[in-house]
């Protein structure tokens, strides 16, 4: 299994980035898939998360209305639009997957840095 996270990079107060996951190695139509992200000195934080169908979303309270996620079932990625970013957005992200709501999160994709400054 393999989650392959790309789009990161360093960006000004109030800027957008776009992260993409591109997922092999799973039946990616049925995962429900998510990203986190974790800032230094700070726990993993869950950022938003779609269910298969992509009919369910969440989403960090710290995220609402500037961050949306989104899927590609026949190209096996998943996307992390972000807008309007601050700079307590600074963190490295992670993209993630899981079969079931009732499972912890299975996969885990490398990482990307995102850099927002003031």
């Known amino acids: 299994v393999q989650l392959q996270a790309s789009g990161g990079g360093e960006v000004q107060a109030g800027g957008s980035l776009r992260l993409s996951c591109a997922a092999s190695g799973i039946t990616f139509s049925t995962y429900i898939m998510g990203w986190y992200r974790q800032a230094p000195g700070e726990q993993r934080e869950l950022v938003a998360t779609?269910?298969?169908?992509?009919?369910?979303?969440n989403y960090a309270d710290s995220v609402k209305g500037r961050f949306t996620i989104s899927r590609d079932n026949a190209k096996a990625t998943v996307c992390l639009q972000m807008n309007s970013l601050k700079p307590e957005d600074t963190a490295v992200y992670y993209c993630?997957?899981?079969?079931?709501?009732?499972?912890?999160?299975?996969?885990w994709g490398q990482g990307t840095q995102v850099t927002v400054s003031s």
């Open positions: 779609i269910h298969s169908n992509a009919r369910i979303t």
């Open positions: 993630t997957a899981k079969r079931s709501t009732r499972f912890d999160w299975a996969h």
